[in-house]
């Protein structure tokens, strides 16, 4: 039987399989208090976390130097715990389909290191039944132990938000589950040791699956309703966030605002719930068509960018547009099913050139996954015909309408996504001024 006591003395490890956003920020948060294994099948990542170095920005060099934590690229090391937490990506593939190749891949891993009487937790977002159903199958081949005899699993949600430094892993409410009462109760015990917010039991591990997958698909629709309206109110010639602004003063009112929908969790999760019920013989409509809204928004950000050089009397094969921002969101490195690769994609189909300026983002990254070539500067004697302000990182905060008019080529036309500019003043100071 698992001991919280053992754990907290030392005498036994946690081990994360996985140091991406989400495993790193865990197991730098978990070696305050227990010794802790970090492991990811990439040398490289392991190398630079020993020299302190984090490329997601997510972990000081102080907490990766921390005492209880280790960092090995070599499996054995994951022999050495008594818990190990699976933090591998799940995506979709290219016909929106789970992919489930990095939890198989963990999971057969982890069993032919697991240890008797052992548990395996799992935070990766996947649909209710992964788990017990994909995993444990898995774990039982490659251990040649037992399901709740000689090995117990769990699953505890995911909820990283990159670049939050305000909504970090302890000020949020955890969930567990275990696959029976006392694995539950012994979760609750260890996340609670570092949880500031409390926890949550979930009466089940399918249900605390379900609960994570859901989380990100409210929102994806209450933004798919929020483009929809601004691809309305654009045909009646009305400004969408000044809708937002009156429609906001009602007191129930929700404020979400249009944009492009990227990320590892908004446009990816609502997929694996969509997956299986379909697979139970129900076509979620409502999820679907928030998605294909959501999945839409690049190319018609093209599309106006495009009417907007034309309305300006410039021929657009061979025009330059400058695009600002490429990450999923502000402020991170992340550029995970980046929906500004879908801007680049609709105007060079269009015969535009594009050149992507992002001071976050490594250029080698990009363009090994997007084929995208990022500048390194803003060329000020290379002016551009239109820019598009698609992602508002601090570090653009300064750059003001001289900017925009010293970058030029004639009139500013600045298609503004996030809205980060007053419209009123875009238009005083000269700017061919669009925001979503």
Not at 53 to 58: A, I, K, L, P
Not at 141 to 156: D, N, P, R
Not at 185 to 195: D, K, N, P, T, V
Request: hydrophobic share 40%; proline share 4%.
């Amino acid at each position: 039987m698992l001991s919280i006591e053992d754990f907290i003395s030392g005498k036994e490890r946690i081990c994360i399989v996985g140091l991406g956003y989400v495993g790193l920020p865990l197991a730098a948060l978990l070696a305050r208090r227990f010794n802790v294994t970090g492991f990811d099948v990439d040398p490289l990542r392991i190398e630079e976390l020993r020299a302190g170095f984090d490329r997601t920005g997510e972990v000081s060099g102080a907490e990766l130097k921390a005492e209880g934590l280790r960092f090995t690229s070599d499996p054995e090391g994951i022999s050495d715990a008594r818990v190990i937490i699976v933090t591998v990506p799940t995506p979709v593939n290219d016909h929106k389909m789970p992919d489930l190749r990095f939890v198989r891949e963990a999971s057969n891993m982890v069993g032919r290191a697991l240890r008797k009487g052992s548990l395996v937790v799992y935070e990766s977002t996947v649909y209710p039944g992964v788990t017990e159903d994909i995993c444990v199958p898995s774990l039982e081949e490659a251990s040649g132990l037992k399901w709740k005899t000689g090995f117990h699993v769990g699953y505890s949600p995911e909820r990283v938000n990159p670049g939050d430094r305000k909504h970090t892993i302890d000020k949020i409410v955890k969930v567990v589950a275990g696959d029976e009462p006392a694995m539950t109760e012994f979760l609750a015990s260890l996340y609670g040791e570092i949880i500031e917010a409390g926890i949550h039991r979930a009466p089940n591990i399918k249900t605390a699956e379900a609960a994570k997958v859901i989380e990100n698909i409210q929102r994806d629709l209450n933004i798919a309703l929020a483009n929809e309206l601004a691809l309305i109110f654009n045909r009646m010639g009305l400004d969408t966030r000044e809708v937002l602004e009156a429609a906001c003063t009602k007191w129930n009112f929700l404020r979400f605002e249009p944009g492009l929908v990227g990320g590892h969790c908004i446009g990816v999760d609502p997929y694996y719930l969509t997956f299986k019920a379909e697979e139970l013989g129900y076509h979620p409509d409502v999820i679907l068509a928030g998605r294909r809204t959501n999945d839409s928004m690049g190319k018609y950000v093209a599309e106006q960018t495009v009417k907007l050089l034309i309305n300006a009397g410039k021929a657009v094969k061979g025009c330059k547009v400058l695009i600002m921002g490429f990450t999923f969101k502000e402020n991170v490195p992340d550029v995970r099913n980046s929906k500004v690769a879908d801007v680049v994609a609709e105007l060079r189909e269009y015969g535009a050139e594009t050149y992507v300026y992002d001071p976050h983002v490594a250029g080698a990254e990009v363009l090994e996954e997007y084929g995208i070539e990022l500048v390194q500067q803003v060329e000020l004697h290379n002016p551009y015909d239109g820019i598009i302000f698609a992602v508002k990182h601090d570090a653009f905060k300064g750059l003001g309408f001289d900017f925009f008019r010293k970058v030029s080529n004639g009139r500013p036309i600045l298609v503004d996504v996030k809205g980060a500019f007053e419209k009123d003043r875009a238009i005083r100071e000269g700017m061919t001024y669009w925001r979503l």
